[in-house]
């Protein structure tokens, strides 16, 4: 996969995938849904200093989120929204200007999204991308030509004499990545051309150094200037001072949390995950002992994982934590089941028993802190993505019931899984457990393929050691989306010295993505994987046979169960 193909499989998948750190929140989701929570665009978790916003229409776009991160990356704060939405719900965020993405349309379809009259009527900078540079001409007088031939790729964009604080510092000519089938032909009265390529007279207009229209895409990598481009509009054209950092977003959450609040109590459940850990973290930060952890281990975690977990917690960040050790209840549950979906469920169920029982510990309980991201939060409000259809229950398990009517506090609900990360590293975490791979929620259970015992599930554990120990050798780990092993019903035979055995055969699994939704299978190193294969059949009993997993998804899932 080129690096083009895999920033717009990123924005697909980020279109319609779900946040990364799944584990605990998966079961919490339908809290969200019980307490009838609308989520909108506008409900936005900044405030104060911070509140300076490029305000982007989505218009369709695979690539609309890539847009807002190179944005964010930039120190300025962006928010997605819908070409529907109204002045009245975006006024309060201090909009500095206008970027309309790119979309699927042609201006002259029938109910092609077009931008709402406030964007010119604001008299704020707006930057058309694509198919919002066809709309910016379509609406202001210009003329768009339909062609049958998609322009796809790379192209070099070359600059007119015209000078525009767009392509400041930009080279004349420069190399830039098209994907369009339809073209301006005319530019809007008063407009000037500001660059050409081979195959597109007009590639770049602008008016009054105030509205501009590019035919080609800033935001992903294979424009090397677009990065450039974009902070010239955000500074340059729409005076941005540049408040969106981290430590600034700490501040000012902090406060919102202390206020959003005051006395009351926050519960939080943690996996040992990113997003869990960081939203506690932070929470944590602003009113101390207000908070309080629950770690409900399942006994279908990995190796030492939950004292690792209860270790950084304590010891580290000096959070309260009720560690709850549930692992015969889950196992009980769960003994003798094989269908993967039957699983999923007790487990699910079996989490909310447990996790309400120890709430109820507590007494009264004002908030329930969760992970959510601004992913999720698009998700539920684009007007014109659509929804992948649901392959496993992952998404819709469980959930809590619905008399257990806590507030949501979701302070991240409007980062990236990047800006997590970040934000993880600046409140202090550790590296290790700021890029921690995703795990799934049922953990080990579905990974143990057929029955899940204590026996079967303490060789998938020292497998898996292996696994992530190599790959972290290697220098791997974070490369890679998730490594880890699968134990699978088979057995074979095998000769080890003299003796016949007859064990497991055992699956290794390494796959790259973004975003879960979509994956590749690793090409791990030949070596490495010798290592592996050669480490665990020599040091965990009970696996005589190694595979490597050589699907990608689809059609596999990552996932065996
Ligand atoms: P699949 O197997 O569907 O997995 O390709 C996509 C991502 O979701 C994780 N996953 C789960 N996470 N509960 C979770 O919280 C689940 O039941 C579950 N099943 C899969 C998987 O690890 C991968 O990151």
Same mark, same amino acid.
């Given at each position: 996969?080129?690096?083009?193909?895999?920033?717009?499989?990123?924005? %697909?998948?980020?279109?319609?995938? &779900?946040?990364?750190?799944?584990?605990?929140?998966?079961?919490?989701?339908?809290?969200?849904?019980?307490l009838g929570k609308e989520k909108t665009a506008t409900e936005t978790g900044v405030s104060g200093a911070l509140r300076e916003t490029i305000i982007i229409i989505d218009m369709g776009s695979q690539t609309t989120q890539l847009i807002a991160r190179r944005i964010r990356e930039l120190n300025v704060y962006c928010e997605l929204i819908s070409y529907k939405t109204k002045w009245d719900e975006i006024k309060n965020l201090n909009p500095r200007g206008f970027i309309?993405?790119?979309?699927?349309?042609?201006?002259?379809?029938?109910?092609?999204?077009?931008?709402?009259?406030?964007?010119?009527?604001s008299?704020?900078?707006?930057?058309?991308?694509?198919?919002?540079?066809?709309?910016?001409a379509h609406q202001l007088g210009g003329v768009v030509s339909p062609s049958n031939e998609r322009e796809y790729g790379h192209a070099v964009l070359i600059l007119t004499e015209e000078q525009s604080s767009l392509f400041k510092n930009v080279d004349t000519t420069t190399p830039v990545w098209m994907s369009h089938g339809d073209k301006i032909t005319k530019m809007p009265p008063d407009f000037k051309s500001l660059a050409y390529?081979?195959? %597109? #007279?007009?590639? &770049?207009?602008?008016?009054?150094?105030?509205?501009?229209?590019?035919?080609?895409?800033?935001?992903? $990598?294979?424009?090397?200037?677009g990065?450039?481009?974009?902070?010239?509009?955000?500074?340059?054209?729409?005076?941005?001072?540049?408040?969106?950092?981290?430590?600034?977003?700490?501040?000012?959450?902090?406060?919102?949390?202390?206020?959003?609040? +005051?006395?009351?109590?926050?519960?939080?459940?943690? =996996? +040992?995950?990113?997003?869990?850990?960081?939203?506690?973290?932070? /929470?944590? @930060? &602003?009113?101390?002992?207000?908070?309080?952890?629950?770690f409900v281990n399942n006994g279908l975690l990995r190796k030492e994982e939950a004292e690792r977990t209860i270790k950084v917690f304590r010891e580290k960040l000096g959070i309260k934590v009720n560690y709850v050790d549930a692992s015969e209840r889950f196992l009980s549950a769960i003994k003798g089941?094989?269908?993967?979906?039957?699983?999923?469920?007790?487990?699910?169920?079996?989490?909310?028993?447990?996790?309400?029982?120890?709430?109820?510990?507590l007494g009264e309980?004002?908030?329930?802190?969760?992970?959510?991201?601004?992913?999720?939060?698009?998700?539920?409000?684009?007007?014109?993505?659509?929804?992948?259809?649901?392959?496993?229950?992952?998404?819709?398990?469980?959930?809590? #019931?619905?008399?257990?009517?806590?507030?949501l506090l979701e302070p991240m609900r409007y980062l990236f899984k990047d800006e997590v990360r970040k934000l993880g590293s600046e409140l202090g975490l550790e590296e290790d457990l700021v890029w921690r791979q995703p795990f799934p929620g049922p953990g080990l259970a579905i990974r143990c393929i057929g029955e899940v015992t204590k026996e079967r599930l303490d060789i998938l554990r020292n497998a898996d050691w292996v696994v992530m120990d190599e790959i972290k050798k290697?220098?791997?780990?974070?490369? $890679?989306?998730?490594?880890?092993?699968?134990?699978?019903?088979?057995?074979?035979?095998?000769? $080890? +010295?003299?003796?016949?055995?007859?064990?497991?055969?055992? &699956? /290794?699994?390494?796959?790259?993505?973004?975003?879960?939704?979509?994956?590749?299978?690793?090409?791990?190193?030949?070596?490495?994987?010798?290592? /592996? =294969?050669? @480490?665990?059949?020599?040091e965990v009993r009970g696996i005589n046979r190694i595979v490597y997993d050589i699907t990608s998804k689809p059609p596999g899932t990552i996932e065996w169960e």
């Open positions: 996969m080129t690096e083009d193909e895999k920033e717009l499989n990123e924005a %697909t998948i980020l279109r319609f995938g &779900a946040s990364g750190d799944v584990e605990v929140s998966t079961y919490l989701e339908e809290a969200t849904e019980a309309l993405s790119g979309g699927p349309n042609s201006v002259y379809d029938e109910n092609a999204p077009l931008p709402p009259a406030y964007v010119y009527e008299g704020l900078p707006v930057l058309g991308i694509c198919y919002g540079m066809q709309s910016i390529t081979e195959n %597109t #007279p007009i590639a &770049a207009m602008g008016l009054n150094n105030k509205i501009f229209g590019i035919q080609f895409h800033p935001e992903v $990598m294979h424009t090397a200037q990065k450039q481009m974009l902070k010239n509009f955000v500074y340059d054209i729409c005076h941005c001072n540049g408040t969106w950092t981290m430590d600034n977003f700490i501040k000012e959450s902090i406060a919102k949390i202390k206020e959003q609040v +005051g006395s009351g109590r926050v519960l939080s459940a943690i =996996s +040992g995950g990113v997003d869990s850990s960081v939203v506690s973290t932070l /929470i944590h @930060r &602003a009113i101390g002992n207000q908070l309080t952890c629950v089941v094989t269908d993967p979906e039957q699983k999923r469920k007790i487990i699910g169920h079996t989490f909310i028993e447990v996790f309400e029982e120890e709430s109820k510990k309980v004002d908030f329930l802190a969760q992970g959510t991201l601004y992913p999720d939060v698009i998700e539920s409000v684009s007007s014109v993505s659509n929804i992948s259809s649901v392959i496993k229950t992952h998404h819709n398990v469980g959930g809590l #019931p619905k008399y257990m009517k806590f507030k290697a220098k791997l780990y974070r490369e $890679m989306w998730q490594t880890f092993a699968v134990l699978t019903d088979t057995k074979s035979v095998g000769v $080890m +010295g003299d003796f016949r055995t007859y064990s497991y055969a055992l &699956a /290794i699994r390494a796959v790259t993505s973004s975003d879960a939704m979509t994956a590749d299978w690793a090409r791990l190193p030949y070596d490495l994987l010798a290592k /592996i =294969s050669n @480490r665990i059949v020599n």
